[in-house]
């Protein structure tokens, strides 16, 4: 992952210092900016599914495998809904990943 993308990516993840699409439009606009936006909206969408899982209780369970080619695949089951959701991500992006609020944590706590 470019570091420039991955700067932008924390940027948006701050809350005490959130970096506005609408003052920072030129930096959107590029193509390594379209590339932080989809990322961090896909990693914010993933947060809070993980966070569903947890409030669901024991019967939801979250698993992250790596892969010898430095992806890592999470799977989310939520038996209540009888769903799940598979994703597929670089190891850059699982790192980012684990620095949102929460996160870290739930996914200790869901693979026990």
Known sequence: ????VRKLVLRLFDEGAPL???RHFHTFESPEGKQAMRISRRLKALQLDIA??????????????RDGEGVVKI?????????????????????LLKQL???????????K
């Open 1 to 4: 992952m470019d570091p420039f």
């Open 20 to 22: 506005s699409r609408n």
């Open 52 to 65: 569903k899982c947890r409030d669901a209780g024991g019967a939801s369970s979250v698993v992250a495998t």
């Open 75 to 95: 799977e989310i089951r939520l038996n209540h809904l009888r769903s799940t959701r598979l994703t597929m991500l670089d190891e850059m992006e699982f790192e």
């Open 101 to 111: 609020p929460g996160v870290n944590d739930l996914l200790n706590d869901l693979q």
